[in-house]
């Protein structure tokens, strides 16, 4: 059973920075697709950001393009997502997940204005 946990949420202001961690307890990276999804209050699960298999050029929402960074460390079976110019907009519950299967318990990231 592949367990995926994440860590890094938490508090901060607009405009500032946070860096998510998930530890994988299998290594997947180079069969499926990893990536990052968030949820908001009383909206559905979105994409954030992915890594396809061996590629190197990840996908972003545009919504965060060129303030994420999705990154991925497979020695330490380990993926990140940092987080830059944060706003309000980008509160919400965020999940790890690998092969559209695996996923995280989540961590909230709150952004006050």
């Known amino acids: 059973q592949v367990q995926l946990v994440e860590s890094g949420g938490g508090s901060v202001q607009a405009g500032g920075s946070l860096q998510l961690s998930c530890k994988s307890s299998s290594y997947l990276f180079d069969i499926c697709v990893v990536g990052w999804y968030r949820q908001a209050p009383g909206k559905e699960r979105d994409v954030v950001a992915t890594?396809?298999?061996?590629?190197?050029?990840?996908t972003y929402s545009d919504s965060v393009k060129g303030r994420f960074r999705i990154s991925q460390d497979k020695v330490k079976n380990m993926l990140y997502l940092q987080m830059y110019s944060l706003k309000t907009e980008d509160t919400a519950v965020y999940y790890c997940?690998?092969?559209?299967?695996?996923w995280g318990q989540g961590t909230q990231v709150t952004v006050s204005s």
């Open positions: 997940t690998m092969c559209d299967h695996y």
């Open positions: 890594i396809a298999p061996r590629s190197i050029t990840p």
